[in-house]
């Protein structure tokens, strides 16, 4: 048991303590010097030394001050002025407005096999200054870089139709799955949008054809059912006009109106039948 606590991350020798101290006394006791040396310096050049020490951020700005390397106490600084000790301090300004960045055409292969060329707009922010400065050496890059990799992964398992249909499904899972990943780094990723999807060109011409087959189909489907349903409605008509003889006369008079009315130089006047078969038995 002795000898498994020994080799714990928990472990630490005596003498490592004790350097460890004494490590931590020798820069806060540097530290001191270089504050009263620079607090001597900017006494002695008053009131020229002000116009380095004070410092000025916009709204949209904040500052992340390193003293000696080490990170100042009390966070980001701004908007406004700010003091810093020269020799001592440095410090990097951090714009949190929003950024857009056009993600370049990614060229993806799907899940059925198809090449597809997608773009997308990733719109993001710096939530947390210090982190974007401390935990990763270029926030926004290293922010673009993993929206390219993410759109590929995500539209890599995904099919040709999924792609088209399910945009707006996609570009949300998107921003989840990009906001969690930069949580850490202090960027906020407020949108993802999906610009284009472009197909080749032999892709194209076959889905128009697909297409094109698929309405000539229900075409003829739908005037096949038109006619079917125009023969029965003949039929029915030809049952009611049997059952009246007057009936067959009303319908020869509106024929006639709707030639009259079309004004053409021959009107054709049916005779009735039953009349012609009375001139036939006089005969």
Known sequence: MAE????????????????????????????ICLMLISILLIILTLPFSLCICIKVVQ?????????????????????????????????IKVDLRTVTFDVPPQEILTKDSVTVSVDAVIYF??????????????????TQLLAQTTLRNFLGIRSLGEILSEREAIANELESTLDT??????????????????????????????????????AKVIAAEG???????????ADVISQSGTALQLRYLQTLNSIAAERNSTIIFPLPIDMMQAFAKKA
Request: aromatic share 8%.
């Open 4 to 31: 498994q606590d020994k080799q714990g991350p928990s472990y630490q020798e005596p003498g490592s303590f004790e350097a460890h101290e004494e490590e931590e006394h020798s820069s806060t006791c540097c530290e």
């Open 227 to 237: 006619e079917q349903r125009a023969s029965k409605s003949l039929k029915e008509a």
């Open 59 to 91: 709204e949209y700005e904040r500052a992340v001050i390193f003293r000696v390397g080490r990170l100042a106490s009390g966070g980001a600084k701004g908007p406004g002025l700010f003091f810093i000790f020269p020799c001592m301090d440095n410090y």
């Open 181 to 218: 990943a930069t949580d850490p780094w202090g960027i906020k990723v407020e949108r993802v949008e999906i610009k284009d999807v472009r197909l080749p060109v032999s892709l194209q011409r076959a889905m128009a054809a697909e297409a094109e087959a698929t309405r000539e189909a229900k």
């Open 125 to 142: 922010r710096i939530q947390n200054p210090i982190l974007s400065v401390t935990a990763v050496t270029n926030a926004h890059m290293s």
